[in-house]
């Protein structure tokens, strides 16, 4: 399960510099949007300020991927990194001293979601140099479920801090976790990064366009573009929507109700990604299996009234999550070439965040026609369907590139 971490001193640095940087960015992350609330009263400003995160990465997050692909990764996250440390900074500094206009929080937000564009594509990448191609499975799953536990323990120490101190000192916090972060890069031996191919100089539209066409060019990338659209409008960004409707108006439940159930989902995330982990080889059958495990019980959740067998649901539903998500990224980088691993990346990774928005407003709106039921229903069944279009296509590319392997030509091509 740790292989990636006993063999690779580097990769040592990047996780353990990792694990203080994810807690200090969910505690920012559930500081920030109080903030505005407290300012504002108005879950309209919340949702900008939202906007305002997500917003630079949905206009600019594929030119993450050029960027990754002609710089050097460690470099552009030592870049990218500082420019948090500084949002994080001004933010904390704004808080303490009560002088929070609404218009710098969007500015800082909307910084944020800037060096989300150069942070994103290149921290993946970064994981393949680190660790090379037999153990980027292993360090992709040991990524993800470090991820998934930080958003279980990010926000609860993020919520006692707020009730304890007030919420600058959140901002303080994640600031001084980016110290971490730069220190684990600074501290990394460049000779034993795995060398990777850097393509030839090219405009940011002819790159972008060269990585657009292998994504699609490709029938394995292309199916795991398509399922992972759709899981990400319907599911992901569903469920992130609808947990606290499912917990207020289904269950009749509170607060406590909210936190079981995202902690259930959490956790399961955080099985998922550790089981991942775990498994030396993994295949199609582990990357629809993830896609399955998720979509099944959020199908389930539609007829759901009871917390028990809605937060058992949620904890399979995270475990299949974690299981596709960690797969996905993996076998995703492990079929890019080198010199367009960045741009197939992100990629992959705008059909997920770039879908947020939007699948939550379709969720939001199918729960105010149809509540959780119909919203679920939906997602559950859309889910579902996605997986089954991308057994067929992985299983026709299987069995294509099996007769291709056994048939002889048809014809002697040397003798054209």
Request: aromatic share 10%; glycine share 12%; with cysteine.
């Amino acid at each position: 399960m740790l292989a990636s971490l006993r063999k690779y001193r580097n990769y040592r640095l990047y996780f353990g510099g990792q694990i203080v940087s994810y807690c200090g960015s969910w505690m920012q992350d559930t500081a920030l949007p109080w903030l505005v609330l407290q300012l504002t009263h108005s879950p309209f400003h919340v949702g900008l300020l939202v906007f305002c995160r997500y917003g630079p990465f949905m206009v600019g997050g594929l030119y993450g991927g050029v960027i990754a692909d002609r710089f050097d990764n460690r470099r552009v996250l030592i870049c990218s990194q500082s420019l948090a440390l500084c949002v994080a900074a001004a933010l904390a500094a704004v808080a303490f001293t009560g002088t929070g206009e609404l218009w710098l929080l969007y500015l800082l937000a909307t910084g944020t979601g800037v060096a989300l564009v150069f942070d994103n594509p290149s921290k993946h990448a970064l994981i393949y140099q680190l660790v090379g191609r037999t153990e980027l499975r292993n360090a992709v799953s040991l990524n993800i479920s470090l991820q998934n536990a930080a958003k279980i323990v990010g926000p609860a120490l993020g919520g006692v801090l707020i009730a304890a101190f007030g919420v600058g000192w959140c901002f303080a916090v994640n600031a001084c976790s980016f110290l971490a972060v730069l220190a684990a890069l600074l501290a990394m031996r460049p000779a034993e990064l795995f060398p990777v191919e850097r393509g030839e100089r090219q405009t940011g539209l002819q790159a972008l366009r060269e990585g657009v066409g292998e994504m699609f060019r490709s029938p394995f990338l292309r199916a795991v573009l398509a399922m992972g659209a759709v899981l990400g409008l319907f599911g992901f960004s569903a469920i992130r929507t609808l947990l606290s409707v499912l917990a207020d108006d289904t269950l009749n439940g509170g607060p406590r109700t909210f936190g079981v159930l995202f902690a259930a989902y959490g956790a399961g995330a955080v099985a998922g990604a550790l089981a991942g982990a775990a498994r030396a080889r993994t295949g199609r059958w582990m990357l629809l299996g993830g896609a399955l495990l998720f979509s099944t019980p959020v199908l389930a959740l539609s007829a759901v009234h009871a917390t028990v067998v809605a937060a058992a649901l949620l904890f399979v539903a995270g475990a299949g999550w974690a299981t596709w998500s960690s797969q996905a990224m993996a076998q995703v980088q492990l079929a890019a070439p080198d010199r367009m691993r960045g741009r197939v990346i992100s990629l992959y990774t705008y059909t997920i965040i770039a879908s947020a928005p939007l699948g939550g407003l379709l969720g939001g709106w199918l729960a105010g026609v149809g509540g959780t039921s119909l919203a679920f229903a939906v997602s559950g069944c859309a889910g579902v369907t996605a997986t089954a279009a991308g057994a067929v296509a992985l299983h026709d590319r299987r069995a294509r590139s099996r007769r291709v392997a056994v048939e002889p030509p048809l014809f002697d091509e040397t003798a054209v």
